[in-house]
Nanobody
Framework: VQLQASGGGTVQAGGSLRLSCEASGSFDSIVDIHVMAWYRQSPGKEREMIASMIKGATIQYKEALKGRFIFSRDNAKNTVYLDMNKLAPEDTAVYYC?????????WGQGTQVTVSS
């Protein structure tokens, strides 16, 4: 599975961004991928999971981000999205999409999100 993340950039506090992660590889649909997830890593901090989607259905969020971040998918485009709203400087990080399937873990290349105050 190959993952291509995009959509990062610089935004002012209070703004919104949409991240995209297109998956490709040996699968018929992204719903066949056991878990797709968004992570982020800020400088000096460990990578943390933001949200996960199991078999294209069950979505779980990091509690503190619930309501501000929305995880969705477009099966036809084999793409998942992370809509981020009311962004704050503490949301500044490199954002990664990841996938778990066939007993393996796959990562996209990361996309930088910078929120200015």
């Amino acid at each position: 599975v190959q993952l291509q993340a995009s959509g990062g950039g610089t935004v002012q506090a209070g703004g919104s961004l949409r991240l995209s992660c297109e998956a490709s590889g040996s699968f018929d649909s992204i719903v066949d991928i056991h878990v797709m997830a968004w992570y982020r890593q800020s400088p000096g901090k460990e990578r943390e999971m933001i949200a996960s989607m199991i078999k294209g259905a069950t979505i779980q969020y990091k509690e503190a981000l619930k309501g501000r971040f929305i995880f969705s998918r477009d099966n036809a485009k084999n793409t998942v999205y992370l809509d981020m709203n009311k962004l704050a400087p503490e949301d500044t990080a490199v954002y990664y999409c990841g996938a778990v399937t066939d007993g393996n873990i796959y990562w996209g290349q990361g996309t930088q999100v910078t929120v200015s105050s």
